[in-house]
């Protein structure tokens, strides 16, 4: 209980104050809405003091007031001070907040401070206002407490206990609320941003798309990821990515409509409900502006940044009804976005969702497929031209699924690569292929197939050190075929570890040449003996003169530059023929023969084709 200091009270009004510090007390104990709590002081305080009427104010951070309680003043009144600017001259309340010290105005007609103010009060027969600052406990001042009486007057010593009593209650509801508020904030809202965050999203979310689905507008979740925001972060530091963050939840929130829902719901993602989507159009539109906001350059203050955004978009009804639902598909489209080249947007459609479950699954059959002992390499001959003999086998990955079968790599390998189980997979890979070579003729090498990202791992060169000692392979046998989707010239660690490997005696291919990525301007800059012609390109060959060129061309090239060169994927009788001609050294593919387990190879099999005999170009 508060003091009362009550000198100059009668008992009915010491009475009177104990019940309404008791009955304000009691509301905050019971987390009331603090407008009524207020109210309901101000009319008890008008019962102590009979003609007087009082009203409080909040005064926000900018210093602008806003009516929170005044039940005996006219709405419009109280309306119309809404926003109004604390200043010296702005009426007893403004005055008050503005000075932190109570003002008294004995005569509002006559009363500078309420020249602009007199016109609103007048008529409400409102003669005198003296109104008192309310402070925080950190001396801020957040509103202001007013007695307005109906004659040109002062207070009386009773008014002031009053108003006393009345002020530290206030004081006490004020921080509540901040209070409150600040909790409030910190349970849905992110603090970095200043949007909604996840829990908000799905509580308010949920009832947004029920009542578009209801309504038959219809909505859509679209879920955005900004597609090089760790590379931001962790070039630029924290505060720098924290700054992008609150600019992009800034510019979609510009974006958005009225009743639409923004959110940051992971570290680079953020959500936002469209919550009128009546048609794809809308969707497209609203997706469209969305990437529109994204592209000009964010300000870090140290630097100016691009950011790339997917989106992901799932609607309502048509994917689902409730949220979600609705998110989940959202997310399938937003990975297939970024899976398909990121910087664009993609609606989610059925395919996606069993794409990925079946991926899902390999990923899972994956994780104990090495220890199991699943996998098993098969060989592809390779063949030298000029001597025709097999010079060398490519070691290729099978993996033999107890449910499926057979399974060939393409099917599986970007999984085991997006799951970080490629480094276990590619060990595995070496040391069988090293191992391996030991069964074949010691005159022939073996191929091993590696990506970028097993390059990238510091130590691979080690790896294959380890390999070759653990078999007792000559280094000269061994042949490293690297994918030409490997971003190779411009990327330091990767040369230096081709380097390492060189080092030691192993050889270095460059495969699918002339195809997608592989390009004749990194030849000079790369460490490789061989170059592969991609099947694609030799295929071509047979029957475009242009392509024909190209290979020829490229073999040329090569060998100014001391690089042998093997075609691969070579079917027909003609392409070899016409390879043979081009100067190719060396050929491999189905019309010499398919890959097959090491087995097929050893002596006493047959060495070439699938049970045939050599094709007759080679004889
Ligand atoms: P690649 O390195 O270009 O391998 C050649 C692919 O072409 C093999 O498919 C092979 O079976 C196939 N092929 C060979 N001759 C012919 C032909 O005459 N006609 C046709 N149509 N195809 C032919 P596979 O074994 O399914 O391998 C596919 C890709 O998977 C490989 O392409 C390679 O990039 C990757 N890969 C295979 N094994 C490994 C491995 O052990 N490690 C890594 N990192 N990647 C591997
Ligand atoms: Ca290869
Ligand atoms: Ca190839």
Redesign the pocket.
């Known amino acids: 209980m508060l003091e009362l200091d009550c000198e100059n009270c009668s008992n009915v009004t010491v009475q009177g104050l104990r019940a309404l510090q008791h009955g304000v007390l009691e509301r905050l104990a019971c987390g009331g809405p603090l407008r009524e709590t207020m109210n309901e002081l101000c009319r008890r305080a008008e019962r102590l003091a009979p003609a007087v009427i009082c009203s409080v104010l909040t005064v926000d951070r900018e210093g602008r007031l806003h009516p929170l309680a005044g039940p005996s003043l006219p709405d419009h009144y109280s309306m119309s001070l809404d926003g109004m600017r604390m200043g010296p001259d702005a009426g007893s309340c403004g005055a008050a907040a503005y000075f932190g010290e109570p003002v008294e105005v004995t005569d509002i007609e006559h009363d500078p401070r309420w020249a602009d103010f007199r016109a609103l009060a007048l008529p409400l027969g409102l003669r005198a206002c003296w109104s008192s600052p309310i402070r925080a406990s950190d001396d801020r001042v957040v509103g202001t407490f007013a007695f307005y009486y109906p004659s040109c007057r002062g207070a009386s010593p009773l008014d002031r206990t009053i108003v006393e009593t009345c002020v530290h209650l206030c004081a006490i509801a004020l921080e509540q609320e901040e209070r409150k508020e600040r909790i409030h904030r910190l349970a849905y809202f992110d603090a970095v941003t200043g949007v909604a965050n996840r829990a908000s999203m799905e509580q308010h979310g949920e009832t947004t798309v029920a009542a578009a689905v209801a309504n038959g507008f219809g909505a859509a979740i679209h879920c955005v990821d900004l597609d090089n925001f760790k590379e931001i972060n962790d070039t630029l530091g924290h505060r720098a990515g924290d700054i992008l963050l609150r600019s992009v939840g800034e510019r979609i929130a510009a974006i958005v409509n009225k009743g639409d829902i923004v959110a940051r719901i992971g570290g680079d993602e953020f959500a936002m409900v469209q919550s009128h989507a009546a048609s794809a159009a809308d969707v497209v539109g609203f997706a469209t502006r969305l990437m529109e906001a994204m592209a000009a350059p964010f300000d870090l203050e140290e630097a100016m940044a691009t950011v790339g955004v997917s989106v992901g978009i799932a609607r309502a009804p048509k994917d689902g009804y409730d949220l979600r639902t609705l998110m989940r598909k959202a997310d399938f489209a937003l990975y297939e976005a970024k899976s398909s080249g990121r910087g664009h947007f993609r609606f989610f459609d059925p395919e996606i969702e069993s794409r990925i479950a079946a991926n899902r699954r390999i990923w899972q059959d994956l994780k104990q497929a090495v220890a199991a002992g699943e996998f098993e390499?098969?060989f592809?001959p390779i063949v030298a031209l000029g001597v025709t003999r097999v010079c060398g086998y490519?070691?290729?990955?099978?993996w033999r699924h107890p449910r499926d079968g057979l399974r060939?790599?393409?099917d599986f390998?970007p999984v085991a690569t997006k799951a970080g189980l490629?480094y276990e997979?590619?060990a595995w890979?070496l040391n069988e292929?090293c191992a391996s070579a030991a069964a074949l003729p010691p005159d022939t090498r073996v191929s091993?197939?590696?990506?970028q990202v097993?390059l990238e791992k510091t130590g691979f060169a080690d790896d294959v050190a380890a390999a070759l000692a653990a078999s007792r392979m000559d280094p000269s046998r061994l042949e490293i075929?690297i994918?030409?989707s490997v971003r190779l010239a411009d990327n330091a660690e990767i040369l230096d570890c081709l380097t390492a490997i060189r080092a030691q005696g192993v050889s270095v291919a460059l495969?699918?040449f002339g195809v997608g990525g592989s390009a004749l301007a990194h030849l000079h800059a790369l460490p490789v003996n061989r170059i592969?012609i991609?099947?694609p390109l030799a295929?071509q060959a047979q029957s475009s003169p242009r392509a024909a060129t190209i290979v020829q061309t490229i073999i040329d090239l090569a060998h100014e530059l001391g690089i042998t060169t093997t075609a691969?994927?070579?079917?027909t009788d003609t392409q070899l023929r016409m390879l043979g001609q081009f100067g190719c050294d060396e050929v491999?593919?189905?019309?010499?023969s398919?890959?097959r387990p090491l087995s097929a190879f050893l002596d006493g099999a047959e060495t070439i084709g699938g049970g045939a005999h050599p094709p007759s170009s080679l004889a």
């Open positions: 390499l098969h592809q490519e070691a290729l990955l099978r060939t790599p393409e390998l490629l997979i590619g890979i292929a091993v197939n590696v990506t097993q075929e994918a030409g495969d699918d592969k991609g099947r295929q691969e994927g070579v079917e491999q593919g189905f019309v010499i398919p890959p």
